[in-house]
C-alpha cells in the first residue's frame, strides 16, 4: 500500500516520464514493502536509497569522466553542475509547505529517482564512450 502510495506520488511528479523503479534496488523495495511503514520510515527507506544511488552516481561520473577526451571534462563538470542545481531546484519545489506531510515524502522521492536516472544516464554514456 505505501509503495503503491508512493509510486503514485512519482507519477505525479514532473520527471515522471523518465521515472524508471527498476533502477532501485532491492533493499528499498522491500524497505517502502513493510506493512507497518510511517511518513518517517519512508523517509528513511528514501533516504538510505538516495545514498546508495548517489554511490552509483559518483562512480558512474568517474568512470565517464576517465572514458572522455580531457578536452570535453570541464563540459561534463559544468553539466554535472547544472544537473545538480536543477534537481535540487526541481525537487524543491514539490516540498510543497501547503502538501502536508505527502509532499516532503514526494520532494525526496524526487531526489531519489532524479539520482537514479542520472546515474544511469551517465553509466550509459561511459559505455558508449569506451
Known amino acids: 500500500m505505501k509503495k503503491a502510495l508512493l509510486s503514485a506520488l512519482l507519477l505525479a511528479a514532473p520527471l515522471a516520464a523518465h521515472a524508471d523503479e527498476k533502477l532501485l534496488s532491492k533493499q528499498y523495495s522491500a524497505c517502502m514493502d513493510k506493512p507497518d511503514v510511517?511518513?518517517?520510515?519512508?523517509?528513511?527507506?528514501?533516504?538510505?536509497?538516495?545514498?546508495?544511488?548517489?554511490?552509483?552516481?559518483?562512480a558512474a561520473y568517474k568512470t565517464l569522466q576517465q572514458a572522455i577526451l580531457p578536452a570535453r571534462k570541464p563540459k561534463l563538470l559544468d553539466a554535472q553542475r547544472a544537473w545538480l542545481k536543477f534537481r535540487d531546484a526541481n525537487c524543491g519545489f514539490q516540498a510543497d509547505p501547503d502538501?502536508?506531510?505527502?509532499?516532503?515524502?514526494?520532494?525526496a522521492a524526487c531526489v531519489m529517482q532524479m539520482t537514479a536516472d542520472r546515474a544511469k544516464e551517465l553509466g550509459d554514456l561511459a559505455t558508449e564512450a569506451r
Do not use: Y
Request: proline content about 0%; glycine content about 14%; some cysteine.
Open 38 to 58: 510511517t511518513t518517517v520510515g519512508m523517509h528513511e527507506c528514501i533516504a538510505a536509497e538516495t545514498a546508495r544511488q548517489d554511490k552509483t552516481l559518483n
Open 99 to 107: 502538501g502536508g506531510t505527502l509532499a516532503g515524502v514526494s520532494a
